[in-house]
């Protein structure tokens, strides 16, 4: 189970409704609200990381801020060139197996996954964006 701030699951249990307390439960239906919910309460580094990739700042691409991919929400998301990009904070090292779970399953629908520590995105952002711009140039 991946671990996620109270504050994240409060609100988006607001939104969705009781009962829908974990993201392998959430509906089609769901995901949206909850999707918003996880924009309101936005890392740092996720935040940072959007300001670079959206609105089409970055090779012009499109990229999409926590989009569903069958029962996942994936952070970042160019859909186009069929990537994907994870920002992992402290908690993630707690569940590397929901982690290989959730990659498994992201390239099995065709998606390449590109991940990164916060901390790297917010000391070392031209280093990671450097590594997504030849990870596109190499999907081409």
Known sequence: MP???LS????AGEAVGEGQNMPGLLT???KVPFSRALRRT???AENRMWYYLRDRRFE???FRRQFSIGPYIADFCCYKKRLV???DGGHHAK???YDKKR???LIEQGFRVLRFWNNDVLKKASMVLRTIYREIQDGD
Request: avoid cysteine; hydrophobic fraction near 30%.
């Open 3 to 5: 671990y996620y701030p």
């Open 103 to 105: 990659t498994a399953f």
């Open 60 to 62: 012009g691409l499109k």
């Open 95 to 97: 569940n590397r197996d």
């Open 85 to 87: 990009i994870e920002l």
């Open 42 to 44: 936005a890392s740092d």
């Open 28 to 30: 089609s239906k769901a």
């Open 8 to 11: 994240t699951w409060e609100r």
